[in-house]
Nanobody, 130 residues
Framework: QVQPVESGGGLVQAGGSLRLSCAAS????????MAWFRQAPGKEREFVAA??????????DYTDSVKGRFTISRDNAKNTVYLQMNSLKPEDTAVYFC?????????????????????WGQGTQVTVSS
């Protein structure tokens, strides 16, 4: 089983950048779809980005509101996935969660739904001030 552990959150001014990291202790890490979700106070958890690795390179997906600003990447040798967040906006303020599942994004299983992921980190707070 993979147990994601997030790090890298914090307080940043609008227009700034942060890089989140998610480390997972699992020797078959490369077989997992890794995703980032976020949850703002009083709102539902929403999809941010996902990376599904394949031998041909894999795929990445983003929610429309972060396209062009956020980049998800992974280093299978380090069992780590990253979320580089640039041009941050106050509306990006949320707790960011890392999620993992071998089935998400494959065989018709949604990449975008929280219910597709079995393993979750504890979350890291990102606060963007205006």
């Amino acid at each position: 089983q993979v147990q994601p552990v997030e790090s890298g959150g914090g307080l940043v001014q609008a227009g700034g950048s942060l890089r989140l990291s998610c480390a997972a202790s699992e020797r078959t890490f490369s077989s997992y779809t890794m995703a980032w979700f976020r949850q703002a106070p009083g709102k539902e958890r929403e999809f941010v980005a996902a990376n599904t690795w394949t031998w041909s390179g894999g795929t990445t997906d983003y929610t429309d509101s972060v396209k062009g600003r956020f980049t998800i990447s992974r280093d299978n040798a380090k069992n780590t996935v990253y979320l580089q967040m640039n041009s941050l906006k106050p509306e990006d303020t949320a707790v960011y969660f890392c999620a993992a599942d071998t089935r998400a994004g494959r065989n018709g299983r949604s990449t975008y739904s929280p219910s597709s992921y079995t393993y979750w980190g504890q979350g890291t707070q990102v606060t963007v001030s205006s």
